[in-house]
């Protein structure tokens, strides 16, 4: 297991740039959905101050 | 999306564990499994946008537009990710963080065509037109995408030439070949699938003002 | 043919009338130069390899500096709208204005930046390659500029304009570079003056029809 972290030496330079892809693709994924939400409750917001006028 | 997960699984741990040590690089070679598949996407998301862009100048077709302004910045996350996992994999095997060969500073530019498209895109109040200049911003920069390409045979670089092309075959072992090609898939399914959640509430925006969205708005309210 | 030197005759006067305008880029080009021996030290030895580089990034920032004027009064006034309607093709329009922009910002640009390069002593090989890359760059700096002035005139934030050209001018100043690189070693320089010359003729017949298109875009 500890030879698997290690990479034969190379261990921080792998799992750094595993990390950082690691990150983006989680930020991706999450970003677009919280993005939705947002949208969401913004147009309805807008959509009952038309209602109310 | 579920395909997408099964697909990372499987090329990781074909990637990880099971492919041979590369008789010259050791274990560090391993970062091509994210490395070569961000390039790719990053230039197959930068022709998506592209294609669309012509769709939208020539027919005018939205669907075009939400589709090009929602993948800018994916396109843009994989040239980062590309030039990131690349720089991180230089620095063992080149012994520098980065040089300024032909391939490098193309996709660099790159990243910089995805980031002066996207803020184009972003300084329009209408975003029809917006969709319109980014379109030609997008044509106007396709040009990089063979320089890119054919970098490394145009000017010696240190980066290494392709290893993986159409007609022949590759000149990469058989058990590295395959997690390559899976992760490549699994690159893919993501993209799409991330994609067409972006292109969601893109379309919410674009069409605020029709009847359908109206209901879905009232439809949502009521139920929460 | 008449309608294309009349634009470039107008536009000519218009840049005249304030003629303390037209020194602007020079002034800004020689300062910026200035800056960088005061910046770095002006030890001889550390600024002669820079110099190359430092005479052309310069010339670059100080022509997308003046840039913006091309459009940007013509658009407000609404000059360029009466021009679509007019007989005469955009694309036309486009060429004469951007012609008349390289006059203007491009030639003062080439005969002050060789009167500096004599001045930090550059080679006579190198000057002399420094003279044709900036000819044959400087138009496509004010071709592939207009593609970008056109996407942003009027748009607040001064910033984007230069954000959108400096990706497109980075191979222009790849070339430019690879050229004086070679001419100071004293080596052929036909190869990258070549390349320079295809990027020409390439924004020459390209760019100005991408301006047109954008320039309808933003008008409409």
Sequence with gaps: ?53 | MWFALLCFVTGLYGGLVMAPADYQQGDSFRIIYIHVPSAWMSLFVYMVIAVNSAIVLIWRVKISEVIARSSAALGASFTFLALATGSIWGKPMWGTWWVWDARLTSELILLFLYLGYIALQSAFEDRRVAARAGAILALVGVVNIPIIKYSVEWWSTLHQPATISKIGTPSIHIDMLIPLLLMTIAFMCYFFSVLLVRCRSEILEYESNTAWVKDLLTNKGSAA | MYTFFTIVRRDLLIAFRNRYELINPLMFFIMVIVLFPLAIGSDRQMLQPLTAGMIWVTALLASTLSLEAIFRSDFEDGSIEQFTLANYPLVGLVLAKVFAHWLITGVPLILVALLVGGFLALNDAALFCLLLTLLLGTPILSLIGAIAVALTIGLRGGMLLSLLILPLYMPVLIFAMLAMNNASDGLSIAAELYFLAGILVLALTLSPIATAAALRIRLS
């Design chain 1, 1 to 53: 297991m500890s030879d698997f972290l290690n990479m034969g030496g190379y261990g921080p330079y792998v799992w750094s740039a595993y990390g950082v892809w690691l990150l983006v693709m989680v930020i991706n994924y999450v970003q677009p959905r919280w993005r939705e939400k947002k949208v969401f409750s913004e147009l309805a917001r807008r959509y009952k101050l038309k209602q109310q006028s």
